[in-house]
């Protein structure tokens, strides 16, 4: 009989009234792939109010999902590995990372070795028993900052609901072509883009997805934005801020091509052009503790090259340069 890992329950949120039960799951269980979810609902390891269900089945909202995922073959977890990345936080239930530039979370296509996931069982080797060896949610390759990992399954239960609920709290600053007159909000559905399949865009068919913007500082040309998420969709704050005509600088994908203005300051051009990843860091996360149940709060200061970027704005500013 195939080992099994202890159930993880959920409560369906009325407001997913109507859902089927597999694009629910998605978004109750984010840590593991909707491909994977259907065939656990279809083998019955996945069960509503404790019986089974077709995939396609429709919920009413406030049914209970059991999921006992498989336990991963211990040939299949991947290796531990020493990885450089930032340690903020850590207790019996949870750790709080800070991610570098260039560090891919999860192994996969292209990345079977050197993510976060190998450094975390280097780290702590008793992840490897907890979906993902803790992931609850990720942050692109180029993208810097925070991140919690639960310990325990209990932790991961409990973080995977405060997400799915919109409790965890998440702030990001940035730095995007253009200059916002106000903040505001960004409400637009997101999906694959129909013609590039490693792309998202902003479509009607997509997932809901809301994010929030606030002008920090603006420049002659650009600007820097303060950004807060309601909903966690693939390169969420990536699309939307480039579908409203301020793309982050160095995205690769949303950006652009060459959108540095031809009477920029050379200086700033030079730094501009060598700036090889999107400008976007998060650097608040707010969460309940998933054990004691009280509020936590950290804060990550931007990367270094992301100084460097504003400072280089800043002087061209003070100059009076075009």
């Known amino acids: 009989m195939p080992l099994v890992s202890p159930v993880l329950s959920v409560q369906v949120p009325l407001e ?6 597999d694009q629910a799951a998605a978004e109750l269980f984010p840590e593991y792939s909707r491909s994977r979810l259907k065939q656990w609902i279809e083998s019955g390891l996945l069960r509503v109010e404790g ?4 995939p396609k089945a429709r919920l009413l909202g406030g049914e209970t999902l059991a999921l006992t995922p498989p336990e991963t073959p211990s040939g299949d977890v991947p290796a531990a590995e020493p990885i450089a990345f930032g340690l903020c936080y850590e207790d019996e239930a949870l750790l709080v990372v800070d991610k570098p530039a260039g560090l891919v979370v999860h192994p996969g296509a292209g ?3 050197g993510t976060l996931v190998n450094g975390l069982l280097h780290l702590r080797p008793e992840l490897s028993a907890v979906p993902r060896a803790g992931i609850v949610h990720r942050l692109d390759k180029d993208t810097t900052g925070l991140m919690v990992v639960a310990k325990t399954l209990s932790a991961h239960h409990a973080l995977v609901e405060q ?3 919109r409790r965890v709290r998440r702030c990001y600053q940035c730095v995007v072509g253009g200059v916002p007159l106000v903040g505001g909000t960004v409400d637009q559905a997101i999906g694959r883009d129909p013609r590039e399949r490693t792309r998202m865009a902003v479509r009607a068919s997509g ?4 994010t929030h913007y606030r002008v920090c500082q603006r420049f002659a040309r650009f600007a820097h934005l303060e950004v807060h998420l309601e909903t ?8 939307h801020l480039a579908s409203i005509g301020h793309p982050l600088v160095g995205d690769p994908q949303y950006g652009g091509r060459n959108r540095i203005p031809a009477d920029t300051n050379p200086s700033l051009a030079a730094v501009l052009r060598a700036f090889n990843r999107q400008a976007l860091h998060a650097s608040e996360l707010d969460l309940i503790h998933p054990k004691t149940l009280e509020p936590m709060a950290f804060k990550s200061p931007l990367p270094q090259d992301m100084r460097a970027l504003l400072a280089h704005l800043q002087a061209e500013a003070g100059s009076g340069s075009a």
């Open 16 to 21: 997913m009234g109507g859902q089927r039960l």
């Open 51 to 54: 019986g089974t269900a077709r």
């Open 111 to 113: 990345n079977p070795s």
């Open 163 to 165: 997400l799915s609920e």
């Open 207 to 210: 997932k809901p997805a809301v």
């Open 232 to 239: 966690g969709r693939t390169h969420q704050i990536r699309v």
